[in-house]
């Protein structure tokens, strides 16, 4: 969706109008920026409420059964957190992409590469490290809530970044040009 938002504009020959209408530069940003983050926060949400669901009705003893509350939390605030990232890194991509095609593959590849890193990670660790497989085993076994707090501050720190950098970016007169 992110992707598509000022890609889409430029394609469709409808970013000039939008660019013209006396909508402050910050109000035109948010608004694109916002609708993504909550598209895509509400749709995490929706399964995660889904899947307890479902998982009640598959184990069908009579009983409510629910996540953990540091569970339901973590997964609220990661996700809000991954959503703007990933917002984030759409406006930067759709603001220079030409196409909406464009700005989608390369945020598909901004997106694809780190997971595929994380994925690798613990092979190489392994294969290269004489003793990978006792980091890996530390990581693993690491307590939950510091886990949860290292990747809480590492989103939010990666997206304080980004945000600047789009506040940065976004000047209606380099859109126009």
Same mark, same amino acid.
Request: proline share 3%; with cysteine; hydrophobic share 55%.
């Given at each position: 969706?992110?992707?598509?938002?000022? &890609?889409?504009?430029?394609?469709?020959?409808?970013?000039?109008?939008?660019?013209?209408?006396?909508?402050?530069?910050? *109000?035109? =940003?948010?608004?694109?920026?916002?609708?993504?983050?909550?598209?895509?926060?509400?749709?995490?949400?929706?399964?995660?409420?889904?899947?307890?669901? !479902?998982?009640?009705?598959?184990?069908?003893?009579? $009983?409510?059964?629910?996540?953990?509350?540091?569970?339901?939390?973590?997964?609220?605030?990661?996700?809000?957190?991954?959503?703007?990232?990933?917002?984030? /890194?759409?406006?930067?991509?759709? =603001?220079?992409?030409?196409?909406?095609?464009?700005? $989608?593959? /390369?945020?598909?590849?901004?997106?694809?590469?780190?997971?595929?890193?994380? $994925?690798?990670?613990?092979?190489? =660790?392994? !294969?290269?490290?004489?003793?990978?497989?006792?980091?890996?085993?530390?990581? =693993?076994? &690491?307590?939950?809530?510091?886990?949860?707090?290292?990747?809480?501050?590492?989103?939010?720190?990666?997206?304080?970044?980004?945000?600047?950098?789009? @506040?940065?970016?976004?000047?209606? *007169?380099? @859109?126009?040009?």
């Amino acid at each position: 969706v992110i992707g598509e938002s000022f &890609a889409g504009e430029r394609e469709r020959h409808t970013l000039q109008t939008l660019l013209a209408s006396r909508l402050p530069d910050r *109000a035109i =940003l948010f608004g694109k920026l916002g609708s993504a983050i909550a598209y895509g926060w509400g749709m995490t949400l929706c399964v995660l409420a889904l899947s307890a669901i !479902s998982a009640n009705i598959a184990i069908g003893d009579g $009983q409510v059964h629910f996540y953990p509350p540091i569970l339901v939390l973590a997964n609220v605030i990661i996700s809000l957190l991954v959503a703007v990232l990933v917002g984030l /890194m759409g406006v930067l991509v759709s =603001l220079r992409a030409r196409t909406v095609q464009e700005a $989608q593959q /390369m945020l598909f590849a901004a997106i694809l590469i780190p997971g595929l890193v994380i $994925q690798v990670l613990p092979i190489l =660790l392994t !294969s290269l490290m004489p003793n990978g497989k006792d980091v890996i085993r530390q990581i =693993l076994e &690491a307590d939950f809530n510091h886990v949860i707090a290292v990747i809480i501050g590492f989103c939010s720190v990666v997206s304080l970044g980004l945000f600047l950098i789009v @506040l940065a970016r976004f000047q209606r *007169a380099r @859109l126009t040009l």
